[in-house]
């Protein structure tokens, strides 16, 4: 069965640095995968997304991600965080049933700034 | 108005009303979904309409009534909830099919409370 899975329910940086965060998915073929933020009271917003071509992907507020198919991660990365990017963040695959493409998601990562 | 909206924001029920939820997207698609978001867990897809025809049900209890009147509106009817019903529902919107990107565009939600 399809899954993911982001090992880190919260994560601490400071303001300034840099940022990891962590999703492994399980499914069996080439999967689409994305990344969204949520922050506090606010629905979810995309933040890139993967189809296929170039592995790295660009997406909105300096964010950027990675995929490793011998790895099964695809993980968000951005180079100096800001206050404004506390949040929680939401990894996904995308993956067809029947007349729709769906999104099994993960649990979530909670980013917390110190500043 | 743009994007995908909710109202109402905050629903406050007892365990024997009957409330509904609603969704409103503006952005032309032919997809719409209704989640539930509970704390430290992934968010559950609860129901699917393509084309204002239910696609999934996501093993959804009976006390949860969607309806989708055309491909812009779509409703979620509560009756007799439960306390664990409390979470946060969100709607989201997506182009299916011939030239779909699968990016779900997400409504703020709905933060219901069951008392």
């Known amino acids: 069965a399809q899954s993911v899975t982001q090992p880190d329910i919260h994560i601490t940086v400071s303001e300034g640095a840099s940022l990891e965060l962590r999703c492994n998915y399980s499914y069996g073929a080439t999967p689409y995968l994305f990344w969204y933020v949520q922050s506090p009271g606010q629905g979810l917003q995309l933040l890139l997304k993967y189809f296929s071509g170039d592995t790295l992907v660009q997406g909105i507020k300096g964010f950027e991600a990675e995929f490793k198919r011998s790895q099964s991660s695809f993980n968000l990365r951005k180079p100096s965080v800001h206050w404004s990017d506390a949040a929680e963040y939401f990894c996904?695959?995308?993956?067809?049933?029947?007349?729709?493409?769906?999104?099994?998601w993960g649990a979530g990562t909670k980013l917390i700034i110190k500043p | 108005e743009t994007g995908v909206t909710q109202t109402p924001r905050h629903l406050v029920m007892g365990m024997t009303n009957k409330k509904s939820l609603k969704c409103e997207q503006h952005?032309?698609?032919?997809?719409m979904y209704w989640y539930k978001q509970s704390a430290k867990k992934p968010l559950e897809l609860m129901f699917v309409y393509n084309f204002k025809e239910q696609t999934e049900n996501n093993s959804v209890p009976s006390r949860f009534s969607p309806e989708c009147p055309n491909s812009s509106h779509l409703f979620l009817h509560l009756h007799t909830l439960q306390p664990e019903d409390s979470a946060l529902y969100l709607c989201?919107?997506?182009?299916?099919?011939?030239?779909?990107?699968?990016?779900?565009?997400f409504g703020p939600g709905t933060r219901l409370t069951v008392t």
């Open positions: 989201a919107s997506s182009q299916e099919g011939q030239g779909s990107s699968y990016e779900q565009y």
């Open positions: 996904a695959v995308g993956v067809p049933m029947d007349s729709n493409y769906q999104l099994i």
């Open positions: 952005l032309g698609h032919n997809a």
